[in-house]
C-alpha cells in the first residue's frame, strides 16, 4: 500500500467525490480512481460505494481509512524527526482556529511567538469547526485554537484559559444599568443564537434549560462581530464572550448583563493529534501559549486553569 493510495482514500472518506478529492490531492479524477481501484485489488474488498451522487466508505473502507491516516502520520512524524536533526528546515507550523479567534486572539498569539522564533515558516488556516478537523486530521494543520472539550481520542485537549459568557444588550435597553436580571425577564426578548461552534452551541442551550431561559431566537449567526452589531442595534440579545464584548462594554456601546442565579462559563484551548514526535515549532507555540497574560490584550477577561482543573464546557457557579 501506497502512501498515494492512502492519501486518495482519505480524500474520498472526507470529501465523498472522486473530482473533489482529485482537487484537494491535485491530480486528475481518473488518476484518484486508478489508486482507489489499485488499493481495493490489493485488499481484496470494496472501499466505497455509491449513496446518490455521492461516495460513502463501506465497513472495509471506513476500517483501512483509519490505518491510512496512521500511516501517513508516522510517516510525517518521521521525516520532520530527521529533517530536524539534520538542519534540512528551521521549521514550519501550520495553525488553524475560527474566524472570529483568528482577529481577535490568533494575531496576538502569532506575534509573541515570532518574537521569540522567528525563522518558523507561519500559515494560518481559518474555517469552520469540520473544515478545521479534516485538516487537523489530513496533516495540514498542526494545531487548533478552539473552545474546549472535544471528541476524539487520537487528539490531545490542551485548556488555556476559561472564560465567562455574558448577556449583551445595546446601551439604551431597558435593562442596561441592572447589571443582574433574571431568566424570567430575558426569556420574551429577541434572541440572537451564537452558532460559531459546536461546543459553544450546546452549552448554551444545556445553560438556557438549567437556568429556566428560554430563547425567542430570531436569529442565528456564526460570527461574533456580527452579532455584537445586530445587538448594538436593538435587533435583538445575545450571550457572547466576555472577552469578545469587553472592550465594547468599556466604550459604552454594549451593556453586559449576568444572570442573578448562575453564569456559564467556557474554555478556550488548544487541539493537535497525538503523536510520538512533537516537532519543535508545536512545542514552542505551546510554550509561548500557556504565557498567555503576558500577549493577550483582553487577558483581564478570562480565567487561568489550574493544574488539575478538567476540561469543562458548560454551566458553572463562580
Not at 512533537?278 to 507555540?285: K, Q, Y
Amino acid at each position: 500500500m501506497e502512501l498515494a493510495h492512502s492519501r486518495s482514500l482519505i480524500a474520498i472518506g472526507e470529501l465523498g467525490s472522486f473530482s473533489r478529492a482529485a482537487e484537494r490531492l491535485h491530480l486528475s479524477p481518473p488518476a484518484v480512481f486508478a489508486q482507489i481501484h489499485q488499493l481495493e485489488t490489493e485488499v481484496g474488498e470494496k472501499l466505497y460505494e455509491r449513496a446518490g451522487r455521492k461516495l460513502v466508505l463501506t465497513p472495509a473502507g471506513r476500517l483501512m481509512i483509519d490505518y491510512c491516516r496512521r500511516l501517513i502520520l508516522v510517516h510525517d512524524e518521521a521525516m520532520g524527526a530527521v529533517r530536524e536533526l539534520s538542519g534540512v528546515q528551521r521549521g514550519s507550523l501550520y495553525l488553524g482556529c475560527g474566524p472570529h479567534i483568528s482577529v481577535s486572539i490568533v494575531p496576538h498569539l502569532l506575534r509573541a511567538y515570532l518574537a521569540q522564533h522567528p525563522n518558523v515558516e507561519l500559515r494560518l488556516i481559518t474555517g469552520n469547526d469540520q473544515s478545521l478537523f479534516e485538516d487537523l486530521y489530513g496533516g495540514k494543520v498542526d494545531l487548533i485554537v478552539m473552545n474546549l472539550p472535544v471528541d476524539g481520542p487520537e487528539l490531545v485537549q490542551d485548556p488555556l484559559w476559561r472564560y465567562e459568557m455574558v448577556f449583551v444588550v445595546p446601551p439604551g435597553d431597558p435593562a442596561a444599568d441592572l447589571g443582574t436580571v433574571s431568566a424570567a425577564e430575558l426569556s420574551q426578548r429577541p434572541f440572537i443564537l451564537y452558532q460559531r461552534s459546536v461546543v459553544i452551541e450546546a452549552a448554551i442551550r444545556t445553560f438556557c434549560v438549567d437556568v429556566g431561559f428560554e430563547p425567542q431566537v430570531v436569529m442565528q449567526n456564526d460570527q461574533a462581530d456580527s452579532i455584537k452589531e445586530l445587538v448594538k442595534l436593538g435587533l435583538g440579545i445575545s450571550l457572547l464572550p466576555l472577552w469578545s464584548v469587553s472592550n465594547d462594554a468599556k466604550r459604552g456601546t454594549l451593556k453586559i448583563l449576568r444572570l442573578s442565579s448562575r453564569q456559564l462559563y467556557s474554555v478556550t484551548g488548544l487541539i493537535y493529534r497525538k503523536t510520538a514526535h512533537l516537532p519543535n515549532a508545536v512545542r514552542a507555540l505551546l510554550d509561548v501559549a500557556h504565557k498567555w497574560p503576558s500577549w493577550l490584550p483582553m487577558a483581564e477577561a478570562v480565567q487561568a486553569i489550574g493544574n488539575s482543573a478538567s476540561i469543562h464546557s458548560g454551566p458553572l457557579t463562580p
